[in-house]
């Protein structure tokens, strides 16, 4: 039971011609705790538009909407996104209608009337499948985390492999397409330029909350944050680099234990290598996203990077390496990577360019998503893949051969 109360919403988009029938699923929604109708609408093509951008658990759909022609509707909404559960609610039962819809992808079908029950026992049952299916598909690791990871701290050794654009865009992501309660800290306190790549003039910087920070409440954390429209919190860097010096280990520490305690994510955007907050956050962290790039160079300081993550006691299972600006020419391989580093490839961000200028010259991490360039896509699967994490099982035991011999020779 406990682990019930701690168990995520399930995000459902509904889709009716009928005002009448979303206004009564939000009713009925609102009478079990998971169930959570993120969005609605009367229209097909507004509802798929929005399906794709905001990454529902279940789609809810109504069979009139497709004026009779629901299957294909279903097949594509699949297509998008494997792992989102279709329920079609259905005027009358028929046995064909309704094997036609579960034969397109559909998981269940509701016949109209049905109880709130009826509702919430079809989405549980529909979402646990997805889950296994998840669990299935996503690539094994050895931790379970009981919930997603809260704190990500996205870190490299080297400057200039695209820290800040990353935690940005991905903090960005999080907020816009997943309304997940998100902020980023700008933890690079001499060169930091969160808010600069969002096009924000802020008011208080991290500053501003550590001198108060003995008085600060979590929610007002908050409101010392600035906005973004899309729904970002973003504390910056000071906007005095020698402001750093008031930046106690005592304030930090403080500081990120509100913000984990306030938000859905924090993410926090470092400077390059190790200094005393940046070894507070990188502690505070549950997940680390080691970021390098293809060449050579790069990689030597990545794994110097991650001897001394390991020294500082950062769990192995915790780190998780991204490659930036990665390009199939690239003539060092993710499986070079990963012999090197002796750690799997997380994920790999395309080199981009012409996506990541357009973001830059309007301060619009929108415009990434909206675009169809290759670090769209890649981004969207890293933040999949974050928010999937603590549903992935353990697999003990997955030999990484080239660890295994690298301790045996080191003996
Ligand atoms: N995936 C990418 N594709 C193309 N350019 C990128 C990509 N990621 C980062 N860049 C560019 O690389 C440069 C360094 O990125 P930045 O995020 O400032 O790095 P860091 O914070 O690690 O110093 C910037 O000019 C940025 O626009
Ligand atoms: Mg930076």
Redesign the pocket.
């Known amino acids: 039971m406990e682990e019930e109360k701690i168990m995520e919403k399930i995000r459902i988009y509904h889709i009716d011609q009928n005002e009448d029938a979303l206004k009564l699923i939000k009713q009925f929604s609102q009478r079990a705790p998971r169930l959570h109708i993120i969005s609605s609408s009367t229209s097909l093509e507004e509802g798929f538009e929005e399906i794709q951008r905001i990454f529902p658990d279940i789609v809810l759909i109504d069979e009139n909407v497709a004026g009779g022609n629901l299957a294909p509707i279903i097949q594509k909404i699949i297509l998008h996104s494997p792992y989102l559960g279709v329920i079609v609610t259905c005027t009358e039962y028929s046995k064909g209608k309704i094997r036609q819809y579960m034969n397109a992808g559909a998981r269940d079908c509701l016949v109209k009337p049905f109880t709130a029950t009826d509702l919430a026992q079809s989405v549980m049952k529909v979402n646990k499948y997805n889950q296994e299916l998840k669990n299935h598909i996503v690539r094994s690791t050895t931790r379970i985390l009981t919930r997603a990871p809260k704190m990500i701290s ?1 870190f ?1 050794t ?11 865009l991905l903090a960005a992501g999080l907020a816009s397409l997943y309304k997940e309660d998100t902020a980023i800290i700008d933890l ?1 306190l001499q ?1 930091g ?1 969160v808010s600069l ?1 969002l096009d924000l003039k802020p008011q208080k910087t991290i500053t501003n909350a550590i001198e108060s920070i003995g008085q600060l409440s979590s929610s007002d954390l908050r409101s010392i944050m600035t906005r973004h429209h899309i729904g970002l919190h973003v504390l910056p860097s000071p906007l005095n680099p020698e402001e750093e010096d008031f930046i106690t280990e005592e304030a930090t520490l403080k500081m990120f234990k509100l913000a984990k305690e306030e938000f859905d994510y924090v993410i926090i ?1 470092g400077p ?1 290598g190790f200094n005393t907050q940046n070894i507070i956050a990188l502690e505070q962290s549950d997940l680390v996203l080691l ?1 390098t790039s293809p060449e050579l160079m790069a990689l030597k300081n990545t794994k110097n990077g991650l001897r001394t993550l390991t020294e500082l006691g950062i769990d192995q299972d915790q780190i998780k390496v991204v490659v ?3 390009s199939k020419k690239s003539n060092i391989s993710i499986s070079l990577i990963e012999d090197v580093l002796g750690l799997e490839v997380f994920a790999t ?5 012409p ?3 357009k ?2 010259n309007q301060g619009e991490p929108q415009l990434i998503y909206d675009g169809n360039g290759k ?1 769209s896509k ?1 981004l969207r699967a890293i933040i999949e893949g974050l928010r999937t994490y603590h549903t992935v099982p353990a697999q003990k035991g997955k030999a990484n051969l080239f660890q295994w011999l690298m301790q045996k020779v080191q003996k």
């Open positions: 996205i490299s080297k400057g200039g492999v695209g820290k800040s654009t990353v935690s940005t690079d060169f330029d790549l955007d390059p970021i930036n600006r990665y961000i395309s080199n981009d360019y996506s990541v200028i973001f830059l670090i890649d």
